[in-house]
């Protein structure tokens, strides 16, 4: 590991940020750097192959030029599908992963029903499916797949204006009645949702435990960084880079606002 670089942040936009707050609490002294590879946005609705393929490009070049000591994946979508290659192509570097919370769902259901909103591609993965098989056997796991999700919460968090009524349509298919037991959890397994969860608890047709695996992941950091967290405040102000190169005023104020300068 080395001492000096960056944690780097990565997602395909502003879902990794509901990730970054939590380190933050915990890393106070750590240097970040957020990648979002928003040119690629929305990464759910893109085929495996060329996903995968554009993952490992994307992270060769960032860890030869940014010399991570540690990365952490903070998008569903791209961790079930390249963690492990990742890990394959560069050994020796640490990768913090984020998955669908399906075994803490299972944990802690009472009713065994559990919902798991993600991307269709987090949906669709065998990783997903494996989760399933190893953690919830004796619950029925319903997976509901959203197309628009990731794209209404950007809009919500950049003020614009997000209808009820959009956001219901995406998370029905959550909400199960069987034999007098209801859904009890969600799962809410891409990083750009628990910026909507508020909305959700307004809109819900009962109240469901939403869970946000924010905090757990961020935990995760702080073991796989053990004793080379960073016991000194870092020199300027944390970085994010995005692959679009945008430059509008909104989202440059909407990162400052998460401690994070665009360049
Ligand atoms: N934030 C990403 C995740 O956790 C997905 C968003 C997208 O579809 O690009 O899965």
Known sequence: MSDTGPVLFFDSGLGGLTVLREARYLLPYEQFLYVADDAAFPIGRWQETELKARLLTLFDDLIARHAPKAVVIACNTAFTLAGEALREAHPGLPFVGTVPAIKPAAERTSSGLISVLATPGTVRRTYTKSLIDSFAGK??????????????????????????????????????EQDGLRTDIVVLACTHYPFLANRFRKIAPWPVDWLDPAEAIARQLVRVLGEGAATQPSQGPDRAVFTSNPKEAALIRLLAGFGLALV
């Open 139 to 176: 619950c029925h796991v319903r997976l509901v797949g959203s197309d628009a999700l990731a794209e209404l919460a950007e809009r919500h968090l950049r003020g614009d204006r997000v209808a009820d009524e959009e956001l219901l349509a995406e998370i029905s298919d959550c909400f199960l």
